[in-house]
């Protein structure tokens, strides 16, 4: 029985998409959801599975090229894979020498295509890999696995400077690799260019005193992750602040529609997120209604299945304002840039202990610089600084974020 494989049905906000990898050729054997083909959208990449036991008979799209909704990929021939006896019939050929051969080639028939391709990246041997898939066959996400562990060993192949030095001093060559932009990265340069050309974005900084969050943090850290089966981090109480603050100044929580301005009643904060693709921005809805730790989950969710590729569109549409935190990766201030039609960006930086006078004395505080990038063509800067004051304040005494004061 002959089946389509079809692209998935793209949302009204998504024109097309683009195929990105082939994991089969045709001819390949496949198992039933097993991984055949990624499409690649303006937002996430979709993967496609085969829908049975089979084969991949033709393949009609390539990589590169542009499909619409539900337009077809390739045809599927549904019935048993008959790659065993190929197997069987080559073990006996082999002589003793040629075990490793042997070993070899059963290994090709327990991996997946996505394990080998991700292990071929990272020029790891699949026979190092732990397997946990179905009649021990290696996944993607046992390579993975592999590689959160890697680095234990990488102190091992350091000590050979002379060795990495030689071959530019023989061969002079100055290399360059030309590789296309990516759908998603294409899309989010566009978004970010056109932010900058058609809104007028301004940036204003603040500071806050993290001891009190930092402290409160310490005190129930472990008290919390045993209530709630999650850790508490930072991010919750900025977003619990955030949405306070956006119910106290409306027009941060807009959105500009062609000459109309949408003030939201509702609060759906972004919290971007970077993946080896590019940046996404899950969205966290209605937070005025989560608590901390159900904010604390979500977040948890979410980056784990961005960083996996793993993120549905529905869940990446909408918003009404949005936080980045560069802090994560040593960032002490930048201008973050508008994520349209939003009207705000919060920015949240890294943390370092500073000396600040507190009652005509020195300390030592744990300070965290604010940007708040907004349009002024909605936001006025008063409302702007008395928006940012607001985080300030309600950080500086959490209590006030729970008390609603």
Same mark, same amino acid.
């Given at each position: 029985m002959t089946i389509e494989i079809k692209a998935p049905t793209f949302p009204e906000s998504v024109a097309d998409g683009t195929v990105a990898t082939w994991y089969k050729k045709p001819g390949d054997p496949v198992e039933r959801d097993e991984l055949i083909v990624d499409v690649e959208t303006d937002k996430v990449v979709l993967e496609i599975v085969a829908p049975a036991d089979g084969t991949i008979k033709s393949i009609a799209k390539d990589e590169g090229d542009v499909v619409l909704s539900e337009e077809v990929l390739g045809i599927f021939e549904a019935g048993e894979i008959s790659v065993a006896p190929a197997a069987e019939t080559a073990a006996p050929a082999a002589t003793a020498p040629a075990a490793s051969e042997e070993t070899e080639s059963s290994a090709e028939l327990l991996v997946n295509p996505a394990a080998r391709k991700l292990a071929e990246e990272n020029n790891i041997a699949l026979s190092a890999v732990a397997a946990s898939g179905k009649d021990g066959r290696v996944t993607k996400e046992d390579v993975l696995n592999h590689l959160k562990n890697a680095p234990k060993a990488a102190p091992a192949a350091a000590p050979a400077p002379a060795a990495s030095v030689a071959p530019v001093q023989q061969t002079g060559e100055r290399i360059e690799k030309r590789v296309p932009m990516t759908r998603l990265r294409a899309t989010i340069a566009? =978004?970010?260019?056109?932010? *900058? *050309?058609?809104?007028?974005?301004?940036?204003?900084?603040?500071?806050?005193?993290?001891?009190?969050?930092?402290?409160? =943090?310490? *005190?129930?850290?472990? *008290?919390?992750?045993?209530?709630?089966?999650?850790?508490?981090?930072?991010?919750?109480?900025?977003?619990?602040a955030a949405t306070e603050a956006l119910k106290r100044f409306p027009a941060v929580n807009a959105s500009i529609d062609g000459t109309d301005m949408v003030y939201h009643a509702y609060q759906d904060v972004g919290v971007a997120v970077s993946t080896e693709r590019g940046l996404v921005v899950p969205i966290l809805r209605d937070t005025d209604n989560m608590g901390l730790a159900e904010i604390e989950s979500t977040i948890s969710e979410y980056a784990g299945r961005a960083r996996d590729g793993k993120l549905g569109i529905e869940e990446m549409q909408g918003g009404t304002f949005t936080i980045t935190n560069g802090g994560v990766f040593g960032s002490l201030m930048s201008t973050p840039i508008l994520n349209p039609p939003q009207t705000a960006i919060l920015g949240m930086h890294k943390i370092q202990d500073r000396p600040m006078a507190v009652n005509g004395e020195v300390v030592i505080l744990p300070m965290m610089y604010l940007a708040l990038s907004y349009d002024h063509r909605m936001i006025d800067g008063k409302e702007a600084v008395q928006f940012l004051v607001t985080i300030k304040e309600l950080l500086e005494d959490p209590a006030r974020i729970l008390l609603d004061i």
């Open positions: 566009k =978004r970010l260019v056109s932010a *900058q *050309q058609n809104a007028a974005m301004l940036t204003t900084y603040n500071e806050v005193n993290m001891k009190p969050v930092m402290d409160l =943090r310490k *005190q129930y850290k472990d *008290q919390f992750e045993k209530s709630h089966g999650v850790k508490l981090g930072f991010m919750s109480f900025f977003i619990k």
